[in-house]
């Protein structure tokens, strides 16, 4: 299962991670976007809810949206924590479904490139479209196939210091070109006072696209694309080393 043991460290991991930033860049598509400021925001594959924290402490209504049991609990105590109230939901992306429409859907930080199916995306992108209105915003980032062909690194390794603790972080990188699938399998060491406390394994299977792609696959979902953006970059340009684009969609005229 991804995201399991993971999840544990999940947040040490991205420690330097800047979700206001990226929120503040989730605002800019807003502004450019959207008729009317957006109140209500599902957010896909949540996650320990990064993003959550700053959108709801502006005054945003979510419901978050994640498969990972241990991922939502985190999100839950952090919420509770800050006196922060939000709908946590246990469910894949492929089979959500509840009688609530919203103003923006987000999927941030690569959570779609786990859809590694064109069911999955399908599915997934079908469920949004139930979840949207006329003028709703659906945002989600994805690794750009050219960029990821070119520059993946096969082998990583990382180290992270929380308190007492440290973690090295072991990632070996395959990809699929055929498939445009990346198995990244991660092996993490972590110790406590420099002595070995656990040893875990987890493998990520990912999909990366062409914007061709995800426009096709957009389109068979009954949705458009009205902008693409370097990631945090409302004004940049899509380059051979954009590794991360983001996309805004709603949905096509008429329907």
Request: hydrophobic residues 35%.
């Amino acid at each position: 299962m991804v995201f399991c043991d993971y999840a544990k460290y999940y947040d040490i991991f991205y420690k330097t991670k800047d979700y206001k930033k990226e929120c503040e860049f989730l605002n800019q598509l807003f502004k450019i976007h959207a008729k009317h400021h957006p109140r209500t925001i599902l957010d896909l594959g949540c996650g320990t809810g990064g993003h959550m924290v700053p959108l709801l402490q502006q005054g945003f209504q979510i419901c978050g949206v994640d498969a990972s049991e241990p991922m939502l609990h985190i999100a839950k105590t952090k919420l509770q924590g800050l006196n922060l109230k939000a709908k946590l939901i246990k469910i894949r992306l492929d089979e959500f479904h509840f009688p609530q429409k919203f103003d923006v859907v987000i999927c941030m930080f690569s959570v779609f490139d786990y859809l590694t199916t064109d069911r999955e995306i399908i599915k997934t992108l079908r469920a949004v479209f139930a979840h949207m209105k006329r003028e709703t915003l659906f945002i989600f980032d994805f690794w750009n196939a050219e960029s990821v062909e070119r520059h993946f690194a096969p082998r990583k390794k990382r180290s992270f210091r929380s308190g007492n603790m440290t973690i090295e972080r072991h990632s070996s990188t395959t990809l699929d070109p055929r498939k445009r699938q990346a198995k990244v399998e991660y092996c993490c060491l972590v110790k406590e006072k420099g002595r070995p406390r656990e040893t875990f394994r987890e493998t990520h299977k990912l999909r990366y696209f062409t914007l061709d792609e995800v426009n096709k696959i957009l389109t068979i979902a009954g949705l458009r694309v009205v902008g693409w953006y370097p990631f945090l970059n409302v004004k940049g340009k899509i380059r051979s080393n954009t590794w991360d684009v983001t996309v805004v969609a709603q949905k096509n005229d008429g329907l």
